[in-house]
Every structure is written in C-alpha cells, then in structure tokens.
C-alpha cells in the first residue's frame, strides 16, 4: 500500500511540474499558416506538447462528408488559414441584406484538430469541421474527447465544448474544457488531483482558424 501511494505522489509530482512547464497562452507576434485545398498544416507549440492542425477539404472529402450543400463542388475553394496568438474579433450576423449563407462562386469547407500530450501517453483531443462562403459560416461541428495514459495513476474524466456565434454569422467561438485526472487512486476508484486544461479558438466563414489562448 505504501509503494502504490508512493507511486501515486510521484506520478503527481512529475505531472504538476509538466503542467507548469506546459501552461501558455496567445504569442505576442502572431503566427499564420495557410493550408491550399487538400492540404493539411500544422503549429506546435514551444514546448512540443500542444498541436494543432488545420485541413481544407477537397470536393471529395466535401461529398463524402455530406456537407456539399454548404460547398457545392462548382464553387470555387477557398484556403483555410491557421492563426496562433492573434486577439480576438468581433462578431458580426449577417443581414437582410445578404440573405444567403451560401455563396454561388466561393465557398469552403475545413477541419481542425487540437491535441495536448501529457506524461504517460494522457492526452486530450479536440476537434470540429466547418463551412462557409467567404464571409459567413454556413456550418460546424465541434466535438472533444481524451484518452487515459499507460501509468495507472492517469485517466481522462470528461470534456465540454462551449459555443457560440456559428451559422449566419463571420465567426464560431468555440472554449474547449477537459478534465484529466493525474493522480488516480485505483484502489479507491477516485481522482487526488485535477488537471484542467483549455483552449479558446475563432472559426471563421473565410477559412481562418485563431487559436486566441490555450492552457495544457
């Protein structure tokens, strides 16, 4: 019993100081990538724990997703772009005016993924696919999900997806939350010690993606 508690504190420790080593937030120069159709980019943050990649989906993909009444394959592809450390931008709903949330010459339609890797193989995943016309969101699907490490002190709890704005307005603002334990106790089938990480991000109906803050 003493050598399993033992365990069970070091595994803390070593987590809480991987933890502390990996909190960050928004750069103070941002950083963009661009991803032409079909393509997929990637940013990694400082330390290597956190990932995030960002994919424009061809016509294909478009189809064998269902989403082609939000990117008809006539209408020409827009690149989805990847931003990290850029602040946040105001929301706006489109109007009478410009009724439609597809365009009859442009859309597009991308999907990103947002990993942490914590110490014995935990990680915690978030991801979500959109559309848009060039201006407006026209469609999104967030979703989230982790898994548990090797080390039997680790285990992935729960996650949540907060959103907002989306489909007829400029931008989706998404907050990821997860809850990963980092000192479990078999024995007695419950969590010493949270860990909570987070990431806050835009999608927007022109294929931007901006990563504004994030803590692993």
Excluded at 142 to 150: A, D, E, H, I, L
Aim: hydrophobic share 40%; with cysteine.
């Amino acid at each position: 019993m003493i050598i399993k508690r033992l365990g069970a504190i070091v595994g803390a420790a070593v987590a809480a100081l991987t933890l502390a080593s990996s909190a960050s937030a928004a750069t103070a120069t941002p950083t963009m990538l661009t991803a032409p159709t079909g393509h997929t980019i990637t940013w990694v943050s400082p330390d290597g724990k956190t990932k995030v990649s960002l994919h424009t989906m061809t016509a294909s993909e478009v189809a064998a997703a269902g989403l082609t009444k939000y990117a008809p394959p006539t209408a020409k592809p827009i690149s989805g772009s990847l931003v990290v450390g850029s602040s946040a931008t105001a929301p706006t709903h489109r109007t009478a005016v410009t009724p439609n949330l597809v365009h009859p010459n442009a859309s597009g339609c991308w999907s990103e993924t947002i990993t942490w890797n914590f110490a014995f193989g935990m990680a915690a995943y978030g991801s979500e696919d959109w559309c848009g016309d060039g201006t407006w969101v026209s469609y999104t699907s967030p979703s989230c999900w982790g898994t548990g490490g090797w080390y039997p002190t680790y285990n992935y709890m729960s996650c949540n997806v907060n959103s907002s704005y989306g489909v007829g307005w400029n931008l989706a603002q998404l907050t990821y939350h997860w809850d990963m334990c980092i000192a479990w106790v078999p024995v007695g089938g419950y969590c010493a010690e949270h860990a909570y990480p987070y990431a806050e991000y835009q999608a927007f109906g022109n294929g931007s993606f901006n990563l504004i803050s994030y803590h692993s």
